[in-house]
């Protein structure tokens, strides 16, 4: 089973659009004329986000607590981040050994980007306590979102 899609609603569409595109690294595609404004978010030339334009009332945080992404260039990511004014935590899936980055988007949006761990941060890692903590930044987490 694969996800077709994750919609996504948003109070700016310009500014979620940024988020996916410019910071995400996804590209805008083409999209059926529903009757409301949105964006179709592709990777690899398929539609993988429906961006929906809503009311903020109309979604609060939403029913979506994050989405999930494997990640191709972690460096360029954090490069990225870095140069925004996005909150992000890293983590480190106990036994997979993926990094996790959990990124706050607009209207609250929470993206996990996955990335596999290189040779050498498997080493750093290892030597790492293996305990999953909670985050100040994320509800999920056992914090609360900013």
């Known amino acids: ?3 077709n899609h994750v919609l ?3 109070s700016d569409l310009k500014a979620m659009e940024c988020f996916w595109t410019k910071l995400i690294g ?3 595609g083409e999209r059926p004329p529903f009757p409301f404004n949105g964006v179709w978010i592709y990777s690899d030339n398929k ?3 429906h961006i929906a334009e809503q009311a903020a009332s109309v979604f609060g945080n939403g029913a979506i607590v994050h989405v999930a992404l494997e990640g ?3 460096r360029s990511l954090i490069k990225r981040l870095n140069t925004n004014s996005y909150l992000y ?3 480190v899936v106990p036994l997979s050994g993926e990094r996790q980055v959990f990124i706050v988007g607009p209207d609250g949006l929470i993206v996990e980007m996955l990335f ?3 040779e050498q941060q498997d080493i750093a890692v290892n030597k790492q306590q293996h305990e999953y903590k909670t985050n100040e930044y994320l ?3 056992g914090g609360k979102i900013l």
């Open 116 to 118: 596999p761990l290189t």
């Open 47 to 49: 539609p993988l986000v």
């Open 8 to 10: 996504v609603l948003t």
């Open 72 to 74: 191709s260039d972690y």
């Open 1 to 3: 089973m694969n996800i």
């Open 139 to 141: 509800e999920f987490l």
């Open 26 to 28: 996804l590209q805008v």
């Open 89 to 91: 935590t890293e983590k």
